[in-house]
Nanobody, 122 residues
Framework: VQLVESGGGLVQAGGSLRLSCAAS????????IGWFRQAPGKEREFVAA????????NYVDSVKGRFIASTDNAKTTVYLQMNSLKPEDTALYYCAKGGKAYYSDYDLYDYWGQGTQVTVSS
């Protein structure tokens, strides 16, 4: 399994970005893709997850109502639409393969992308 993130960048507070996670290899509908982020000096934090079928989603409270996870029709790419961005959203964002969308512990995710940087200026 290979996961490649893209879409990060620099945006002003209140702006939007859409991250992509392109998957290749043995990805089955039973899996889920999670989004995590890590800011300098902080622990890796769960952000959101979506079942590969798109039927189940899970979000950390701090992004509920602002971030939306989705999959494309071909089920090869997972997206994280990030709206109303705040400076505290600044971090390196990773996608990872897990078993269930309700998994929020990074130990339960076994394949990881390289990360894409999101910087939100105030």
């Amino acid at each position: 399994v290979q996961l490649v993130e893209s879409g990060g960048g620099l945006v002003q507070a209140g702006g939007s970005l859409r991250l992509s996670c392109a998957a290749s290899g043995r990805i089955f509908s039973a899996y889920a893709i999670g989004w995590f982020r890590q800011a300098p000096g902080k622990e890796r934090e769960f952000v959101a997850a979506i079942s590969w079928s798109g039927g189940s989603t899970n979000y950390v409270d701090s992004v509920k109502g602002r971030f939306i996870a989705s999959t494309d029709n071909a089920k090869t790419t997972v997206y994280l639409q990030m709206n109303s961005l705040k400076p505290e959203d600044t971090a390196l964002y990773y996608c990872a393969k897990g078993g269930k969308a309700y998994y929020s512990d990074y130990d339960l995710y076994d394949y990881w992308g390289q990360g894409t940087q999101v910087t939100v200026s105030s």
